[in-house]
């Protein structure tokens, strides 16, 4: 008799295991589950408030600091605007800016460590030398000093993603140097050299795909870290600017009056709160199931 053919299993890659291991994870899916809310709240606010708080003819100071109400979920604000539309909208520049910076971060850092950790010597000195300088500057007080200096440029939330991206682009670079260093002497890269592959082709052929999981995991983790500096910033007054709604703006302009009306400080407290911790989950469970040494 005719033997049937089996195919042959594939073998499972890092990115098939981790898949496997995260879709077991409930952290994973309650994160996922959050962020997902978040980021329709960003790109579809409309579909969770019919209330535009950019129009003027919205807010009434006469109902200023006004408790909940079925029309108005979290009440008014201190100008007597609708606090819950607010909210809603101000999910839209803070992942805006996260998300924006994240990727800029993680390009730079990316490049200039896998760069720096493929060539090694002299390149690699004086890239090291340079993350030196950033990693002594205060993160929050340099951010603050670039926003101060160039508040007036024009640039929007986008200076807040160019101050932000100047002084956290070092992390991963230092994430992505390591791992190069460490999977450069592997035996696929020496077998590479040995075929006559050049350094262009190692280095995004076979280095990057083989140090990347770290570089995710920790541009994950820094996302929710970008939303809460961007919150900060704006709270002092050199992020984003009026007319523009964010979560730091709304707690700012509540601050004052917290004591007679908690709310309007509270609702953007929270939802800024639950932002960051859903991106520090999400990162936490793909450190876990990336790494396996934590398996």
Excluded at 18 to 41: E, G, Q
Excluded at 261 to 280: E, H, Q
Excluded at 285 to 290: E, F, H, M, P, Q
């Amino acid at each position: 008799m005719p033997q049937k053919k089996t195919k042959e299993a594939k073998p499972a890659s890092l990115w098939t295991d981790a898949w496997h291991d995260l879709r077991r994870k409930p952290i994973f899916i309650a994160s996922c589950c959050l962020i997902a809310v978040l980021v329709l709240m960003a790109v579809w606010p409309s579909l969770f408030t019919s209330i535009d708080p950019a129009d003027a003819r919205t807010c009434e100071l006469a109902t200023a600091r006004q408790l909940p109400s079925s029309g108005h979920l979290f009440g008014r604000d201190n100008l007597g605007c609708d606090l819950y539309a607010r909210t809603i909208y101000g999910a839209a520049n803070s992942l805006k800016i996260g998300i924006s910076t994240t990727i800029a971060a993680a390009i730079i850092g990316g490049l200039t460590g896998l760069v720096a950790g493929f060539f090694g010597g002299r390149t690699d000195t004086v890239a090291s030398r340079i993350t030196e300088i950033f990693f002594a500057i205060p993160s929050i007080l340099g951010a603050l000093l670039i926003g101060a200096t160039f508040r007036d440029s024009g640039l929007g939330i986008w200076l807040v993603v160019f101050a932000l991206t100047i002084l956290g682009w070092p992390m991963t670079f230092r994430i992505m140097r390591a791992a190069v260093i460490t999977a450069k002497g592997q035996d696929f890269v020496i077998a590479a050299r040995a075929l006559g592959a050049g350094s262009g082709r190692i280095m995004f052929r076979h280095l990057l795909p083989n140090a990347l999981a770290p570089v995710i995991v920790i541009a994950t983790i820094n996302l929710g870290g970008f939303i809460a500096a961007e919150a900060a910033l704006s709270y002092l007054g050199v992020g984003v600017q009026p007319p523009e709604i964010s979560w730091g703006l709304m707690i700012a302009d509540a601050q004052p009056r917290f004591l007679d009306a908690p709310l309007p400080l509270i609702f953007p407290a929270v939802f800024l709160s639950i932002t960051v911790l859903a991106f520090i989950m999400l990162g936490d469970a793909v450190r876990d199931a990336l790494d396996p040494k934590l398996r």
